[in-house]
């Protein structure tokens, strides 16, 4: 069991002045792994008086020092591993494969890039008449949902500590241990006390609490777009500054000469790979009229290659929701798309067979789905594939362009001008040309309604920084 029930604050773990606890749920068993104190407003004001009287010794430290102080944190988060692993394996129910290779590594390379970027960072510059310097923004406070725990934090904290800012990070309530191990690292890595305060609790109490908070000069939150839009009106209060990493409805535009086979295993990948709960998820094919037939039917022969199932077998591919609620979210969407024009290829409401017990659901793939339909504009955050038919490729782009999101965008095919003309056309913070490959050191982040700011990289360290324009200086 893992039993949190204090908060960090100052560098020590701290009682929490309120008596509620949160019990934490591996969604493969349906089991309670832990629990976690629900903080209070008081616990919340402590961590940020700590991260304010830490900022001014914090923000004065050279780039190199934070430089080597995120080089320690890397060291230190590959020293625990296995931990976190098996952490994010129970508390988020992602695959074994999937966790080592992508939830651990994510977090890891967010750390190691920004201790490189950070180097060659340049806090200061002159223009004609002027000097200006970028110094630390002051306490961030750090709001993370549940789907990657290690990434979303970390992308957050690299980019602060990098910058020279103090935080108050509040992860998800549904994976907060991740958070726990962070903390170790930090300890471990000499992370200066009060730097880094880690309050868990309630969006309502402590998520609230953050984005009002008088004593709060930023807020970076990934998370739903209705959250999204509180944090803003809270913040529009005191005119604090908010980043804002939202959700998506990602389209895979797949061009008339791809290759079928490898256009549906792209599509498969992207609602099956951390069970389709992926803010960059490709979750509308869009796929030529004259393809269809094929796509479909190269949708059914791959399907089986990416088995659902427990979380601790290697072969597994596809894990469980990662709570009850977000199983019956994705449940309705399914019978929304069961009750529209669409035609249900393959899965459908229920559990896959086998699997009872765990909040899973089916890889389910709709075709003949209208652009406007439910399903093809609104976020399901599930295994639900959208396949829509276009005939010429400004259709598709119009089709692709036509959500409320901006998130990501992915081309498959292979004539270099249509590829081009299609990645150039899309509205999104991500455009992928067949391969996946991610690169740390690029920005990250969404147009229209997927967010507001980037991270990752030297643009995710922008963000916690103030350019200063001193003119006239002796
Ligand atoms: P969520 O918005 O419900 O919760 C995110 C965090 O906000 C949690 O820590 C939650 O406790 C907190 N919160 C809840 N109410 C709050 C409030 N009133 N004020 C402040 N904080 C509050 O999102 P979720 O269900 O945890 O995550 C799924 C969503 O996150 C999806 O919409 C997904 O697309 C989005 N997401 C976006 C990105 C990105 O980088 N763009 C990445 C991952 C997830």
């Not at 629990?35 to 407003?41: D, L, P, R, V």
């Not at 389209?251 to 599509?267: E, G, N, R, S």
């Not at 075709?367 to 609104?378: F, H, L, M, R």
């Amino acid at each position: 069991m893992y039993n949190y029930i204090q908060h960090y604050i100052n560098g020590q773990w701290v009682d929490s002045t309120g008596n509620e606890t949160i019990d934490v749920i591996n969604p493969a068993t349906e089991e309670k792994i832990g629990e976690i104190s629900s903080g209070t407003k008081e616990d919340l004001d402590k961590a940020v008086q700590a991260a304010r009287d830490a900022f001014p010794a914090f923000s004065q430290t050279t780039k190199e020092e934070r430089a080597d102080l995120l080089d320690r944190i890397a060291d230190e988060y590959e020293k625990r591993k296995d931990q976190f692993i098996e952490v994010i394996m129970a508390e988020l129910g992602s695959p074994v494969t999937f966790t080592t290779n992508v939830q651990y590594q994510m977090g890891l390379n967010h750390f190691r890039t920004a201790a490189k970027l950070v180097r060659d960072f340049d806090f200061t510059e002159n223009r004609e008449n002027s000097f200006i310097q970028k110094d630390a923004i002051g306490v961030a406070g750090l709001i993370t949902p549940w789907n990657f725990p290690t990434n979303q934090a970390s992308t957050k904290l690299a980019s602060a500590f990098a910058a020279g800012s103090t935080v108050v990070l509040k992860p998800s309530t549904e994976t907060p241990f991740a958070a726990v191990l962070l903390k170790e690292v930090f300890e471990a890595a000499g992370v200066p006390k009060g730097v880094f305060n880690l309050v868990n609790g309630t969006g309502s109490t402590i998520g609230n609490g953050i984005s009002s908070h008088p004593d709060i000069d930023f807020v970076s939150f990934t998370g739903s777009g209705g959250v999204g839009t509180k944090i803003m009106e809270n913040a529009a209060q005191d005119i604090k500054k908010v980043s804002l990493e939202l959700g998506g409805k990602s389209p895979i535009v797949v061009l008339d000469d791809a290759d079928v086979d490898y256009a549906a295993k792209t599509a498969i990948s992207h609602i099956a790979g951390n069970t389709g709960q992926v803010c960059t998820a490709g979750t509308r094919a869009l796929v030529p009229e004259s393809m269809h037939d094929d796509f479909i039917q190269a949708i059914k022969n791959h399907i089986s290659e990416y088995p659902v199932g427990d979380p601790k077998d290697e072969s597994t591919f596809t894990g469980p929701q990662v709570s009850e609620d977000q199983w019956k979210t994705v449940q309705d969407y399914i019978q929304k798309g069961i009750d529209s024009n669409a035609t249900l290829v393959t899965g459908g409401t229920g559990k896959p067979e086998g699997l009872e017990t765990g909040y899973y659901s089916k890889l389910t793939v709709f075709t003949n789905v209208k652009p406007e339909d439910t399903i093809a504009q609104e976020e399901i955050f599930g295994p639900v594939l959208s396949v829509i038919t276009y005939n010429d490729l400004d259709e598709a782009i119009e089709i692709a362009n036509g959500t409320i999101y901006g998130l990501a965008g992915y081309v498959v095919g292979n004539d270099p001008e249509a590829l081009t003309k299609t990645a150039k056309s899309l509205r999104s913070g991500r455009i992928v040309v067949n391969n996946e490959q991610a690169d740390f050191t690029a920005p990250f982040g969404g147009f229209d309604q997927s967010g507001i700011g980037r991270e990752w990289g030297d643009y995710g360290i922008e963000e916690f920084l103030e350019p200063k324009t001193i003119v006239g200086l002796p």
